[in-house]
């Protein structure tokens, strides 16, 4: 089956590294993504990672992939306010002819001074 | 580029009453996509189109019927609101030939239904 687990919130203080965890559950995904949305707004794709890769970086954001545990991190460095925001982990498996996105209940950071 | 346009913002119905969501891009992407966003439950897909002239069901299309005017515009219709349509809508639209078959969405309507 298809499902995509993470945990609901999370704080942290300013400056600080953030982490947030996902699990996954179809091994057929060619992307594995974090979106994020901001108050009142729709999501914006973060990053992704192709699955035959281990780990990406983006300036401070890394991304970690265990394929074997089906787990994937977003690790958000030197975390700001800014970052405040719901981050979503999402599977893509390929259905027909478009990639179908799978997404978890999201994670709400909260960054404080 | 705009991006993916959806109107209205917010919208109060009230049981029984019907409506359509609309949603267009200029992206020129061939597939496009609604979703609902419920609380603790993140986006669940409602109907999408892969391309102009197809339409396809979703994880939850109860309730919902979709038109995929032409490339650029796919419309949402509720023909007879419930209180379970609660909710925030999202459209969005992709291309395979874009980074990780990025999908870009819209800013979403918030729908009351009394």
């Known amino acids: 089956g298809e499902d995509v687990e993470q945990s609901l919130f999370l704080s942290v203080r300013e400056g600080d590294s953030s982490v947030i965890n996902c699990t996954y559950t179809?091994?057929?995904?060619?992307?594995l993504y974090w979106y994020k949305q901001e108050p009142g707004a729709g999501l914006q794709l973060l990053t992704y990672?192709?699955?035959?890769?281990d780990m990406k970086q983006d300036q401070r954001l890394t991304v970690l992939l265990n394929k074997k545990d089906k787990h994937l991190s977003l690790r958000i460095a030197d975390t700001q306010t800014g970052d405040s925001a719901i981050y979503f982990c999402a599977e893509s498996p390929r259905v027909g002819g478009y990639n179908k996105l799978i997404f978890g209940a999201g994670t709400r950071l909260a960054v404080h001074p | 580029n705009a991006g993916v346009t959806q109107t209205p913002k917010f919208q109060v119905l009230k049981t029984g009453q019907s409506m359509t969501l609309q949603c267009a891009q200029d992206?020129?992407?061939?597939?496009m996509y609604w979703y609902r966003q419920d609380p603790g439950m993140g986006l669940r897909l409602i109907y999408y189109?892969?391309?102009?002239?197809?339409?396809d069901k979703g994880e939850v299309p109860n309730g919902y019927n979709v038109s995929r005017l032409n490339k650029r515009e796919f419309s949402l219709r509720l023909e007879s609101a419930a209180p379970s349509q609660t909710s925030v809508y999202f459209c969005?639209?992709?291309?395979?030939?874009?980074?990780?078959?990025?999908?870009?969405f819209g800013p979403g309507t918030r729908l009351t239904v009394l």
């Open positions: 969005a639209s992709s291309d395979t030939s874009g980074r990780g078959n990025e999908q870009f």
């Open positions: 189109s892969a391309s102009e002239g197809t339409t």
């Open positions: 990672i192709f699955s035959n890769m």
């Open positions: 179809d091994s057929s995904s060619t992307y």
């Open positions: 992206m020129n992407h061939n597939s």
